[in-house]
């Protein structure tokens, strides 16, 4: 293909280039895939292009850019990673990327990347090859390694170039938490060279090519002054950085996930033993990483989360709705959340309503707190921040509500008052709109009783922060029509939640799960057992936090309703103890009121209370062994999530477990309470529940789905 210019263009499935004034422009589009992704074909065609372009006497500079409308790079081709089996092909893949981004750096004509949208993974690794990084300051454009999410560490030269270019700290930051990053903040880190509109990217881009074949070369000075040449320029101060890493890695993980201890390593070797080195260590833990169990687990949630935002919830269903206009009544804690998170992640209008204005004012209050908490870290600007915050507003009427789509109630945990709200926005708006019930507990087919057009109730039960918490289960009713179920679902997304589609039954999923594990609690107190040793078995387990501190941060007097409603629902199965009753009576209600189980002052927890155990009637005096607290807490979820999937409470296991470790923090690199309950074996866990059950009550007898499981010898995930 001739050029202007009179170089040669050129062309492959993935990768085309033309000459334009002694600079080739560089174009990547996968053509069959929504994103670009770096499989083994495109590097293929990476060489076959570069070396054409090194050979072309008319080249000065390469100019290179994506043909996606938001993605520079995604990564690396993911389904590739899956068919690995074993650690020496993994480190061979790894070698090899790091030998098709060798080729970039040491290009003998320099090379210019143009950053928009996602730039991730091998795609940043790319971009840190080339000489030179222009960015869009488009919210689009996120810059990260996030491979530590995957079980496995920046394997194609990432781990030894990133450091180099701002230093070890600001590297670290981003490799061990699998960070991404705004193009903003990546620029000020020195990640990227300069931030442009993405109207003049391209402009911009050639430009700096145009200048570097000149023999123009960009000077990058050190971030952080003084300090940073301390920590970061020197063997001392980067031993410092190390130790320092090391001990927050640890308190962070536990130990369970290894990525970041070896990422860790490679990094710091590299620094110490030069960039060759450093690349052969990559390679070699990147290759160990791939093949560990730990790694498969969060690949699967990887596949299993992307799975879920194609999902529309209901087979067949009509497109959704477009939100565009929301509607609160409630303007708490959660219903505040709901609408400072929906004009955030969605930008939509909010309107608040609240029987008390000055209720209506705190909750604004909190809801602009989200907004403000934004711009504080820099997630928007100033002016953004202005333009979101003009969008709520509220009182205490309906006025407003006849132009909302959609309307979420989040009011007292009583099905009188909530099916009196739905009588009341019935009456307010139109009949096109759609009214959600944040309820916890409470069937939604039970509240649309109430309605006049029972098929536009929904449930959307939001988790509690709802700015930080990322599920959402979407409960349809027994009438609720399809659409809305679409409707819903969409809209969860676009506030930036992973939605999973529930049985309308009590407790739904998650809650119906945290039964058997908040309830045995009282159990073990009255055996004995210490607040710290229940929590601090469950966090050895994996969990963020322990049962006791859930229930204290969950708010004691919501625990003692749900547990009520379980028990009417389930019977003596799920029997509470008496203990959040005592607590609450005395007006104990958790880290909202100060006192729970913990002691909190200044929003931090300050220890056990020691009196809790006074209002309980109990005595810690060692109770039952380390190793039974955890099997009978553990256990107890699993048979109960088992028996909730028999009934059809999830559509799959897949939903199942996202929503167990998005919901409440089950371990992620278990897979969640499923795919842990088939790690164990079914039969394995029929006879350890048997044993229990026949010395602790009837509480642990084995569910049918798992008694089936054991006699079929087969698994929720078969295969």
Known sequence: MASKGGGVGGSGPALTWEVQDGIAVVVLDCKDKPVNTISRSVKDEFRACFEALGKDASVQAVAFFSGKADNFIAGADIEEF??????????????????????????????????????????????????????????????????????????????????????????????????????????????????????????????????????????????????????????????????????????????????????????????????????????????????TDVSRK???????????????????????????????????????????????????????????????ALGLSAARAILDDRMKRRRITKYEHARLVALLSGGDSYAGFWRAELAIEAVFEDITVKQQVLREFEAASPDTAVFASNTSTIPITSIAEAARAPERVIGMHFFSPVAKMPLLEVIPGTQTSPGIVSTAVAFGRRMGKTVIVVKDSPGFWVNRILAPYANEIGHLLAEGASIEDIDGMAVRFGFPVGPVTLLDEVGLDVAEKVAHVMLTAYGDRLQPSAGVAALVKAGRLGRKSGRGFYIYKGGKKRGVDQSAYELLGVHPNGGPRPAEILQRLVLGMLNEAARAVGEGVVRSPRDGDIGAIFGFGFPPFRGGPLRHADDLGAARLVADLERLAERLGPRFAPCEVLLDLAKRDTKFYPG
């Open 82 to 291: 899956v068919r690995l089996t074993s650690a020496a092909e993994a480190e061979r893949l790894s070698a090899d990327g790091q030998e098709m981004l060798d080729q970039v750096a040491r290009f003998p004509k320099p090379v210019a990347a143009g950053i928009h949208g996602a730039c991730l993974g091998g795609g940043f690794e790319f971009a840190l090859a080339c000489h030179y990084r222009v960015a869009t300051d488009h919210p689009k454009t996120q810059i990260g390694l996030p491979e530590i999410q995957l079980g496995i560490l920046p394997g194609a030269s990432g781990c030894q170039r990133l450091p180099r270019l701002v230093g070890a700290r600001a590297a670290l930051d981003m490799i061990l938490a699998g960070k991404t990053e705004r193009a903003a903040k990546a620029f000020r880190l020195g990640m990227v060279d300069e931030l442009v509109p993405p109207p003049i990217l391209r402009a911009i881009t050639l430009a700096a090519a145009r200048r570097m074949a000149g023999g123009w070369r960009p000077k990058r000075r050190r971030q952080g002054g003084f300090v940073g040449w301390l920590l970061d320029g020197n063997p001392l101060g980067r031993r410092f950085v190390f130790r320092a890493a090391r001990k927050q890695v640890e308190e962070k993980t536990g130990g369970h996930y290894p990525a970041p201890f070896a990422a860790l390593e490679v990094v710091e070797y590299g620094l110490r033993n030069g960039i060759a080195e450093g690349l052969k260590r990559e390679a070699q833990l990147f290759g160990q990483l791939a093949v």
């Open 298 to 360: 969060l690949v699967q949630i990887f596949f299993a989360t992307n799975q879920l935002k194609k999902d529309s919830g209901v087979a067949g269903a009509p497109p959704p709705v477009t939100v565009q206009r929301l509607g609160i009544v409630g303007s708490g804690f959660m219903g505040s959340g709901i609408a400072g998170t929906a004009v955030a992640q969605a930008g939509v209008d909010v309107r608040m309503k609240d029987a008390d204005l000055g209720r209506v």
